[in-house]
């Protein structure tokens, strides 16, 4: 399962980040394994989705949220 797959409100455990170009981004914004993931907002058309990590909100594409592999 990864982060795109969530439902609205639904939380999960980061499992793993897919190896990327983007991937140490997703490290410095604290998108860690072992953190807590929850989806907050979705947008229509495959728009953004808004997470909360700990106490931050971060927006990101499905296409990035795709490369968050979650426990199941």
Do not use: V
Request: proline share 4%.
């Amino acid at each position: 399962m990864t982060a795109a797959q969530l439902s609205l409100q639904q939380s999960a455990t980061i499992e793993s980040i897919q190896e990327s170009d983007i991937s140490i981004n997703f490290l410095e914004l604290g998108i860690l394994p072992g953190k807590e993931i929850k989806l907050l907002k979705k947008a229509p058309f495959g728009g953004p989705m808004a997470f909360l990590i700990e106490e931050n909100i971060i927006a990101l594409r499905q296409q990035e949220a795709i490369m968050i592999n979650l426990k199941s």
